[in-house]
T-cell receptor, first 113, second 112 residues
Framework: GAGVSQSPRYKVAKRGQDVALRCDPI?????LFWYQQALGQGPEFLTY????????KSGLPSDRFFAERPEGSVSTLKIQRTQQEDSAVYLC???????????FGPGTRLTVT | SQKIEQNSEALNIQEGKTATLTCNYT??????LQWYRQDPGRGPVFLLL?????KEKRKERLKVTFDTTLKQSLFHITASQPADSATYLC???????????FGQGTTLQVKP
């Protein structure tokens, strides 16, 4: 079956613009995670959804970052008023309930100029 | 705070040799630990999970150990091949949501 997909794959934004990054998880996966990966570093946790409920948003770096998953499937990560330090790869991962392994999408590379 | 450390320097080995990658963690005791592989431009791919009550786990040419006393996991690839060249990430969970805390990854280069 299809894996996790993300769009766009690449996004260039001018500083101050708003961006929206989309994640389509594997069908039926209850858990959805967003991670941010800086160049040469491991992914860092941003936020977690169980179905449509956002149960953990402790990793969101500022109130400019907002995520939603209104119907418990597709999720969107929105960044308002982008800054240069937001440049990174944003990874989405999904997993079945009570299954530990996570399936990652290819990521969206965001470059803020 | 919880901290995961992996060899930051790239590991270069000859084809056919065994690669050994190290993951050390501090300030907590995870119930399990996962290893992922990441190729350039792609998301991480799950390889193995080892639980705290398991000393060793094997899958084909891969072997993972978990020493809760040393707070260390070792990841071995035997009979390495150039296709094993990638970045390998150690990832124990944090809290009860399953979110992962990743190390910075170790890049392995296997030369023919």
């Amino acid at each position: 079956g299809a894996g996790v997909s993300q769009s766009p794959r690449y996004k260039v934004a001018k500083r101050g613009q708003d961006v929206a990054l989309r994640c389509d998880p594997i069908s039926g996966h209850v858990s959805l995670f967003w991670y941010q990966q800086a160049l040469g570093q491991g992914p860092e946790f941003l936020t977690y959804f169980q179905n449509e409920a956002q149960l953990d948003k402790s990793g969101l770096p500022s109130d400019r970052f907002f995520a939603e998953r209104p119907e418990g499937s597709v999720s969107t990560l929105k960044i308002q008023r982008t800054q240069q330090e937001d440049s990174a790869v944003y990874l989405c991962a999904s997993s079945s309930y009570r299954v530990y392994e996570q399936y990652f999408g290819p990521g969206t590379r965001l470059t803020v100029t | 705070s919880q901290k995961i450390e992996q060899n930051s320097e790239a590991l270069n080995i000859q084809e056919g040799k065994t690669a050994t990658l190290t993951c050390n963690y501090t300030n907590y005791s995870p119930a399990y630990l996962q290893w992922y592989r990441q190729d350039p431009g792609r998301g991480p791919v799950f390889l193995l999970l080892i639980r705290e009550n398991e000393k060793e786990k094997r899958k084909e040419r891969l072997k993972v150990t978990f020493d809760t006393t040393l707070k260390q996991s070792l990841f071995h690839i035997t009979a390495s091949q150039p296709a094993d060249s990638a970045t390998y990430l150690c990832a124990p969970p944090s809290g009860n949501t399953g979110k992962l805390i990743f190390g910075q990854g170790t890049t392995l280069q296997v030369k023919p």
